[in-house]
């Protein structure tokens, strides 16, 4: 898809497609007055019709009179008063989607009213729409299946229509294509199947994007993890006949640090199936455990993207890659494990899987040098509870690095809920034989699972339990079912911002 900026107005810039991003109620003065002019009335028309309602993602087709267009199409961002950076995204994305099936090579999106929902800012509206552009174009029924209807249309061209300066707005359409590409890149890889994707195939991809990226990479076999002492990690992957793969990737050198004074790693659950293991989950809906490696797919994906767009910039990625199975080989609740830290783990329910191999994973990224972590992962089911599935939840300390990862969140626009690593709950997961048990009881079992992974760490660590939003149940008018490529983009402006500026 290339992307070409026009400066002018909205009714010049020729494409089969013309989308009018509404926000707030309709005004048809100014340029949407003289749109609606020369459609000959079709959005009054449509308006007075009772469509154009501020309905967030509200889309209305209409025909395009004198416009150098086929259809015009008007998406809806809601109220402006709420209108903001992930609204801006998906509502571009709501446009494209909204083309399933229809003759559309070239859209034109008139960036006006994106930018003055988000303070008059062309450059970062452009960044939106092209990042939701190419999201909106994800469409998993086709990773499989060539013979589908259900795609959105494979643009040849994308026309921006811009007011101002006509650079920064296609350097910002780059940066968004970017990150939305990078996005689709963990999302198809977090959508394929566990018959398909094993921790070695894991490992393979993850290579295949290295060495396109020029990034370092190290996959460490299940008889390195046991001379280095990866117990947990083992553990959860001594039940599978697919053996469990540590994927390191490094942009940078090693123990390199950033503008910011930061060697900073980002490190992702990879549970390729989550069978529960001996403690096996319910068949209701176990089909949807596929998707338990989002976590690794997503920091697989973010540190590509980051090199692509600061390349050398020095950063970590650790995916901790497993199959989580029953079977003669499988770890067994009351199993007591010796820790990566050195910590023995009483592992009282095999489902609580994640929260193992991330220990593993952290202590790892420290032994490499890491001064600060984020970790991603699809870790309760609670969380979805919580929060819901619009929003992360997210636990953190010390509490600037929350701070930190906010800032790259709003820049990125998405949206977190910190949780609270309340220290009193750490006795109900006191072992009897060992320093810690991997479960306590059901209250408060989201707070226990951020407290768990904490006793992993040492320096500035944040983790996103992403149970809730990584992967849609149904579709909506911005995305499909499956993988959401949630926390790619706020990982990617994190690391971003230890960029040596100019
Ligand atoms: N992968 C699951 C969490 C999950 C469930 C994510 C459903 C998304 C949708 C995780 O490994 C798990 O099984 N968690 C348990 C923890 C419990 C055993 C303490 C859970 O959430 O029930
Ligand atoms: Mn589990
Ligand atoms: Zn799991």
Redesign the pocket.
């Known amino acids: 898809m290339q992307i070409r900026v026009v400066t002018g107005q909205p009714w010049e810039a020729a494409a089969d497609l013309l989308v009018v991003p509404i926000v707030g109620e309709p005004v048809f003065a100014g340029e949407l007055g003289e749109l609606d002019r020369r459609t000959g009335g079709e959005f009054s028309a449509l308006a007075a019709f009772g469509e154009l309602r501020p309905k967030r993602y509200g889309t209305a087709l209409a025909a395009p009179g004198e416009l150098p267009a086929k259809r015009v199409l008007a998406v809806s961002g809601g109220a402006a008063e709420e209108f903001d950076r992930e609204i801006a995204r998906k509502l571009a994305a709501t446009a494209l989607r909204r083309l399933v099936n229809r003759e559309v090579r070239s859209m034109a999106v008139w960036l006006a009213p994106v930018a003055a929902g988000l303070g008059g800012d062309e450059a970062l509206a452009a960044e939106l729409v092209a990042r939701g552009v190419v999201e909106g174009g994800f469409e998993p029924k086709t990773i499989y299946r060539a013979d589908t209807d259900a795609a959105p249309p494979a643009l040849d061209e994308l026309v921006l229509i811009a007011a101002g300066d006509a650079g920064a707005v296609a350097r910002g359409a780059d940066r968004g294509r970017i990150i939305g590409e990078g996005a689709n890149m963990a999302r198809r890889l977090s959508n394929r199947s566990a018959n398909d994707v094993s921790p070695q195939v894991l490992a393979d991809e993850a290579r295949a994007i290295a060495e396109a990226h020029g990034l370092w990479i190290d996959v460490i076999d299940e008889k390195r993890a046991a001379e280095l002492g990866m117990g947990l990690f083992l553990a959860v992957g001594q039940g599978s006949d697919n053996p469990p793969r540590m994927i390191v990737m490094r942009s940078g050198e090693a123990g390199e640090k950033d503008a910011l004074g930061r060697h900073l790693a980002l490190v992702g659950k990879g549970?390729c199936f989550?069978s529960?293991g001996i403690?096996i989950?319910p068949a209701d809906r176990m089909e949807?455990?596929k998707?338990?490696k989002i976590g690794a797919c997503t920091v697989i994906s973010a540190i590509a993207t980051a090199a692509r767009l600061a390349p050398g910039l020095p950063l970590l990625a650790v995916a901790p890659a497993v199959e989580?199975m029953p079977g003669g080989h499988a770890c067994r609740p009351g199993d007591i494990v010796k820790a990566l830290n050195g910590k023995w783990v009483d592992i009282i329910?095999t489902?609580?899987?994640?929260r193992l191999i991330l220990g593993d994973a952290l202590t790892y990224a420290e032994q490499l040098g890491a001064t600060h972590i984020v970790d991603v992962a699809?870790?309760?089911?609670?969380v979805?509870r919580a929060v819901g599935n619009i929003v992360t939840g997210g636990f953190a300390t010390p509490d600037p690095w929350w701070d930190d990862l906010a800032a790259a969140a709003a820049r990125a626009g998405e949206r977190y809920w910190r949780l609270p690593l309340i220290a009193d709950h750490m006795s109900e997961m006191d072992s009897w034989y060992g320093d810690i048990q991997n479960?306590g009881s059901p209250d408060g079992?989201l707070v226990k699972?951020g407290l768990f992974l904490e006793q992993f760490r040492t320096v500035p660590w944040a983790h996103l339990d992403i149970?809730?939003t990584?992967y849609f149940r149904k579709v909506n008018p911005y995305a499909p079912r499956g993988a959401t490529g949630v926390t790619h983009a706020t990982l990617v402006e994190l690391a971003l911002a230890g960029a040596a500026q100019g």
């Open positions: 549970v989550d529960g403690s989950k949807e455990m998707m338990d989580n329910n489902d609580a899987e994640g699809t870790l309760t089911g609670a979805a479960t079992s699972s149970g809730g990584g």
